[in-house]
C-alpha cells in the first residue's frame, strides 16, 4: 500500500464514451502527477499538479483533460478516445515538485483499453 | 541531453546475485532512483542515492554510482523469484526555472529461474 489508491483498475470503453480515472493519496502531498505508461516505451509525464495549480502539460492531446479539485484528488476526464491510447495510465504523488530528492509515490494504475 | 538507458533483459538463476545497470547523460543530476513494477502494480521506490555518494547499501540491495562515467547499478544479493519485475532507473535534473525534473529510464525485466 503506498498511500495512492486509483480507481478504477482497469477500463474500457469506445473512442465515442466519456470516462473518468481517479487518483486519492493519503500522504499529505503537494503535487500530484499523471503519467501514460505503454510498453516499450518510455514512462510519459502527462500532468503535473502542485497545490492543485496545474504547472506542467507535456503535449497531451486535448481528449484528456486533468482535473485536480484539492490537494488530495485527482482526475483525468476522458473523451473521443483513440486506439493507440490503450495503456496503463499511472498517478503518482510527492512531497514537493521543487526539491531535488522527488520521490514519487505510485498508484496501482488503470489499465485502458480504447474499442 | 536528457537521456537514461538500461538493458531490457537480464535473466538469473534463485540465490544469484543480479547487477541491472543504467546510464545517464544529464550532467545536473542531483537524486538518482531505483523503481521496482510487478506485474499489474504501479511503481515502488526501492532506494535512491545522491549524487555525492558512491554507494549506498540497503539489507539486499547495493547501489554503486560512477558519477564520472554517469554509470548507475542496483545489485541485487541472493535474488529470489519474489524479486521478479520491472526495475526503472530514474534520475531528478535541474530543469527551468529552478524546477526538478524527473528523466526514466526504459525498464529493465528481472527473470528469476528456480
Known amino acids: 500500500e503506498t498511500g495512492v489508491t486509483q480507481t478504477p483498475r482497469h477500463l474500457v470503453m469506445g473512442m465515442t464514451n466519456k470516462k473518468s480515472l481517479k487518483c486519492e493519496q493519503h500522504?499529505?502531498?503537494?503535487?500530484m502527477y499523471w503519467y501514460k505508461q505503454s510498453a516499450k516505451k518510455p514512462l510519459e509525464l502527462m500532468f503535473v499538479?502542485?497545490?492543485?495549480?496545474?504547472?506542467e502539460n507535456n503535449s497531451v492531446p486535448s481528449r484528456f483533460s486533468p482535473e485536480c479539485p484539492n490537494s488530495s484528488h485527482l482526475f483525468l476526464h476522458l473523451h473521443t478516445l483513440q486506439p493507440e491510447d490503450s495503456a496503463l495510465y499511472l498517478c503518482?504523488?510527492?512531497?514537493?515538485?521543487?526539491?531535488?530528492?522527488?520521490?514519487?509515490?505510485f498508484g496501482a494504475g488503470t489499465r485502458l483499453s480504447v474499442l | 541531453g536528457e537521456d537514461v538507458e538500461q538493458s531490457l533483459f537480464l535473466s538469473v538463476r534463485e540465490g544469484d546475485s543480479s547487477v541491472i545497470n543504467c546510464t545517464y547523460t544529464?550532467?545536473?543530476?542531483?537524486?538518482l532512483y531505483w523503481y521496482k513494477q510487478e506485474p499489474g502494480a504501479g511503481l515502488q521506490l526501492l532506494t535512491y542515492?545522491?549524487?555525492n555518494m558512491d554507494m549506498k547499501q540497503d539489507q539486499r540491495l547495493t547501489v554503486l554510482l560512477n558519477k564520472k562515467d554517469k554509470h548507475l547499478s542496483l545489485r541485487i544479493a541472493d535474488t529470489q523469484t519474489g524479486d521478479s519485475a520491472i526495475y526503472f532507473c530514474?534520475?531528478?535534473?535541474?530543469?527551468?526555472?529552478?524546477?526538478?525534473?524527473?528523466?526514466w529510464g526504459l525498464g529493465t525485466s528481472l527473470a528469476v529461474n528456480p
Open positions: 542515492i545522491f549524487s
Open positions: 499538479y502542485s497545490l492543485e495549480e496545474r504547472v
Open positions: 530514474a534520475e531528478t535534473i535541474n530543469n527551468a526555472g529552478n524546477n526538478r525534473k524527473l528523466i
Open positions: 500522504l499529505g502531498h503537494n503535487a
Open positions: 544529464d550532467s545536473s543530476s542531483t537524486y
Open positions: 503518482a504523488s510527492s512531497q514537493d515538485r521543487a526539491v531535488a530528492k522527488n520521490i514519487q509515490y
